[in-house]
């Protein structure tokens, strides 16, 4: 079975959307693919998050963390107590659990790109626990890279190695994505948030993987039972409609019953788990909703 993306690629070029690859898989196989040029690897920018995501549900399972696992566990030198803020609001007390769905409790979150562009602090666990917290951990979704970055340092301080080097014999080599590049920070910690480089067609690979739960060639790879947890909705959001559907940990929840992986200038891995389809897309665009809605109404009508 094959399916058309001609009405997709038609509809990008009238919106004027900079999209440069697609790949849609169904039932394992692939079904459609298309490309601008040629599919090579890209900048995955946020989509790094749901990798990010895969450690620690490793590291869940030989029973190195856990969600309710606490910065000040890991990171005590610096975990500041302050006589003048109730513990709920002191960095050194969040859980992994709400650094995962994104509820630290930050109303500026750190550790932007631009920050981390010009930041004189070369450890970012100590500045990022260096800042207050604006309200209680747990009560509101506030997107932030930061939150990401210290998950991956603190995967790393339990595991014993980067998130890149942990995930590499256990998730990247058995999907076959060889010699992997992903950014660090000036000491040495993967980025987590941001900063893996991937092609399209390896990103649908992962998609495949995550539609099977885990299961890729006969291998649990990761189990099944993490990857149900961290891909449906952990917390409410807000913004337009596909960002208004919830958040996981790590992954956004969309419409049509589906979830995504989703990165800063419209790189997606989009599960549908109801059509048993992975919708993979490399851009180089901003307008990530009209891509969304682009793929709403000409490939999910065809699958």
């Known amino acids: 079975m094959s399916i058309r993306l001609t009405g997709f690629v038609n509809l990008l070029a009238r919106h004027h959307l900079n999209v440069l690859s697609a790949r849609v898989l169904q039932n394992g196989a692939q079904i459609a693919a298309w490309d601008v040029t040629r599919d090579e690897?890209?900048?995955?920018?946020?989509?790094?998050?749901?990798?990010?995501?895969?450690?620690?549900?490793?590291?869940?399972?030989?029973?190195?963390?856990?969600?309710?696992?606490?910065?000040?566990?890991?990171?005590?030198?610096?975990?500041?107590?302050?006589s003048d803020v109730p513990s709920s609001m002191q960095p050194g007390e969040l859980t992994l659990y709400n650094l995962l769905r994104m509820s630290s409790g930050h109303d500026s979150p750190p550790l932007w790109a631009e920050e981390r562009a010009t930041l004189q602090e070369k450890d970012w666990v100590k500045h990022y626990m260096s800042l207050p917290l604006d309200r209680p951990q747990g009560e509101k979704f506030t997107y932030s890279s930061g939150d990401t970055?210290?998950?991956?340092?603190?995967?790393?301080?339990?595991?014993?190695?980067?998130?890149?080097?942990?995930?590499?014999?256990?998730?990247?080599?058995?999907?076959?994505?060889?010699?992997?590049?992903?950014?660090?920070?000036?000491?040495?910690?993967?980025?987590g948030c941001a900063g893996l480089s991937i092609s399209n067609e390896e990103l649908s690979r992962f998609g495949q993987f995550l539609l099977q739960k885990g299961m890729w060639q006969g291998r649990q790879l990761v189990p099944a039972e993490w990857i149900e947890f961290a891909t449906r909705k952990q917390i409410d959001n807000e913004g337009s409609p596909d960002w208004s559907q919830g958040y996981g940990c790590q992954f956004w929840m969309c419409r049509h019953d589906a979830y995504r992986a989703d990165g800063a200038r419209g790189q997606l891995c989009v599960v549908l788990p109801g059509k048993n389809a992975v919708i993979a897309i490399n851009s180089e665009e901003d307008d990530i909703q009209g891509i969304l809605d682009a793929v709403w109404a000409e490939i999910l009508p065809q699958l």
């Not at 990010?52 to 890991?74: N, R, Y």
């Open 41 to 82: 690897r890209r900048l995955q920018h946020s989509v790094s998050k749901s990798f990010t995501c895969m450690a620690v549900g490793l590291a869940i399972d030989e029973g190195k963390l856990s969600l309710e696992t606490k910065l000040k566990d890991f990171f005590p030198e610096h975990a500041q107590i302050r």
């Open 149 to 191: 970055f210290v998950i991956s340092a603190l995967v790393q301080a339990a595991v014993g190695e980067t998130v890149k080097d942990y995930l590499t014999p256990r998730l990247f080599e058995p999907l076959g994505i060889h010699d992997v590049a992903w950014e660090t920070s000036p000491l040495g910690v993967t980025l």
